[in-house]
């Protein structure tokens, strides 16, 4: 049973390894959420390793790295920053050799996740009577096509055609401020996949790929870490929670995101995804 507990950095301690979720604990749609940075550094002090475990695709890792920066977040690295974004880029370049791959999103994340070599092609410039070329579908991003039209195509599309399709980020909504979310590229895969009743491939939270590159990533020179060793961190129980459980981790989940307090319990019981902490923050 999950226990509600007054400071992260105790359980930190008892911890090797801490797998951390972006958006709703190190940031917010405000920008950095305040002391972070001395939580990153107190973790450091501590010996503590870190992997950042975001299902952002729209920024490559280097541009992530650059906006925590800004934000004033300066003591990450970029390699301690896994994005679905590289997972599917990854996949998309060991998987489809040849042919164009079609896009739902940014021009950017296009650029940087489909930089394998082959073509790509925005939703809106698919000629629906010719689709020979196409040889995969990802769903990048929920900016950079018009909803009114591009959505359409991508459905036609699918109806007419089977080939793999990736849903780079499966977080199907985001909060824009206090009580409001905007639809997120994940909502609208989902929302394909129940019209066209198929089955997407997923990247991100909570499919086990992330979690799996993080563990392989910090025991690539040699096996320092289990599983035991790792707390994985995030304020959405359907994606952080449910993912780090499902992959045998140690699970916090923290209220200054998608979960509030108020709702915290409510939500546990109703779901059945159950973290092994609460806490407020992982400011304390
Ligand atoms: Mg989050």
Redesign the pocket.
């Known amino acids: 049973m999950h226990i509600r507990v007054p400071s992260f950095r105790e359980i930190a301690k008892q911890f090797k390894v801490i797998f951390l979720?972006?958006?709703?604990?190190l940031k917010n749609h405000k920008g950095l959420i305040d002391g972070v940075s001395d939580t990153i550094q107190f973790l450091r002090e501590e010996g503590i390793e870190l992997r950042v475990l975001t299902?952002d695709a729209s920024r490559s890792q280097q541009q992530q790295s650059e906006v925590f920066d800004r934000l004033g977040l300066k003591n990450l690295k970029v390699d301690e920053i896994i994005t679905s974004g590289m997972l599917a880029k990854q996949f998309l370049s060991h998987k489809i050799k040849s042919g164009k791959i079609a896009y739902l999103g940014t021009e950017n994340s296009a650029e940087y996740i489909l930089q394998s070599g082959l073509e790509h092609i925005a939703v809106r410039d698919i000629d629906l009577e010719n689709l020979d070329e196409i040889s995969a579908f990802v769903f990048l991003d929920d900016e950079g096509f018009d909803w009114n039209t591009d959505i359409d195509t991508t459905v036609n599309f699918l109806r007419r055609k089977t080939v793999p399709v990736i849903v780079a980020n499966s977080d199907k909504y985001?909060p824009v401020n206090k009580n409001d979310v905007s639809v997120a590229t994940g909502g609208i895969a989902k929302l394909c996949e129940s019209m066209l009743n198929k089955k997407f491939i997923h990247f991100g939270k909570p499919d086990t790929q992330m979690f799996n590159y993080a563990f392989e990533h910090i025991n690539h020179d040699a096996f320092k870490y289990t599983k035991d060793d790792i707390l994985m961190v995030?304020?959405?129980l359907s994606?952080?929670i449910l993912g780090g459980n499902k992959f045998g981790l140690k699970t916090m989940l923290v209220l200054t995101?998608?979960t509030r307090s108020d709702n915290a319990d409510l939500w546990i019981n109703s779901s059945g995804i159950i973290p092994d902490y609460i806490c407020n923050s992982i400011l304390a």
């Open positions: 979720d972006s958006y709703g604990v299902n985001y995030g304020d959405t994606t952080d995101g998608n």
